[in-house]
Structure formats: structure tokens, C-alpha cells
């Protein structure tokens, strides 16, 4: 007799969903944001969020897992997130910037 696949429901509406996705998978390297939504996402997580809302709201117990689900609690990172390269260009510039700011102004400064 086979084992029965367990099914969990992470998220208690849809907004939860919303605020996941967009802190995980719209910024994770692994969903493209040019994405088709006709073609699977490179993401197994990210595609069974998508059939999970089109359908019961469930997952697997290997998907909520992976994701990193915690019953109760209303957001949680994703464990395998992976930060998109332009975001880290960007924080990477944008650290660059402050510190050319901060040693200019230690520079002009009559300390």
C-alpha cells in the first residue's frame, strides 16, 4: 500500500501569499523575472506555490519543508533563496557610495 502524501496549507490567505512571494520568490535568482506564466518557473517551490493557488491552497509536506514552513507563523524566509546578482551589484554600490560619502567628509572634516 502506498504512503498518502500529506498535504499542508502554509499560507492562511491570500495576502500572506502575496507578502511570501514578494520577499522570497520575486527576488530570488531562481524565477526569472521575465517568466512566461505559460512555462514552469526553474523553481520547484515557485511552481507549487503557482498550482497550489490556482487549487486548494495545499502543498506537499516536502514543498513546506523546503520552503521552511513553521505552523503559526505568518512570514519566514525561504531557505533556498537565492539573492538575485543585481541586487547584490546594487547593495554592493550602494555600499561604495557611503563609503566614499563618509571618508570625504572625514577628509573635509577639521578633526
Same mark, same amino acid.
Given at each position: 500500500?502506498?504512503?498518502?502524501?500529506?498535504?499542508?496549507?502554509?499560507?492562511?490567505?491570500?495576502?500572506?501569499?502575496?507578502?511570501?512571494?514578494?520577499?522570497? +520568490?520575486?527576488?530570488? !535568482? =531562481?524565477?526569472? *523575472?521575465?517568466?512566461?506564466?505559460?512555462?514552469?518557473?526553474?523553481?520547484?517551490?515557485?511552481?507549487?506555490?503557482?498550482?497550489?493557488?490556482?487549487?486548494?491552497?495545499?502543498?506537499?509536506?516536502?514543498?513546506?519543508?523546503?520552503?521552511?514552513?513553521?505552523?503559526?507563523?505568518?512570514?519566514?524566509? +525561504?531557505?533556498?533563496? !537565492? =539573492?538575485?546578482? *543585481?541586487?547584490?551589484?546594487?547593495?554592493?554600490?550602494?555600499?561604495?557610495?557611503?563609503?566614499?560619502?563618509?571618508?570625504?567628509?572625514?577628509?573635509?572634516?577639521?578633526?
Amino acid at each position: 500500500m502506498a504512503k498518502k502524501i500529506e498535504r499542508v496549507q502554509p499560507f492562511s490567505d491570500l495576502t500572506q501569499w502575496i507578502w511570501w512571494e514578494s520577499k522570497n +520568490c520575486d527576488r530570488c !535568482e =531562481k524565477s526569472p *523575472e521575465d517568466w512566461n506564466e505559460y512555462e514552469p518557473v526553474p523553481c520547484p517551490i515557485e511552481n507549487a506555490l503557482m498550482t497550489a493557488n490556482s487549487g486548494d491552497w495545499t502543498v506537499s509536506e516536502d514543498i513546506a519543508r523546503r520552503m521552511g514552513y513553521r505552523e503559526g507563523a505568518y512570514f519566514w524566509p +525561504c531557505p533556498e533563496f !537565492e =539573492k538575485r546578482v *543585481e541586487e547584490c551589484d546594487a547593495k554592493l554600490r550602494q555600499t561604495s557610495l557611503l563609503l566614499v560619502e563618509k571618508c570625504d567628509k572625514s577628509e573635509n572634516s577639521d578633526g
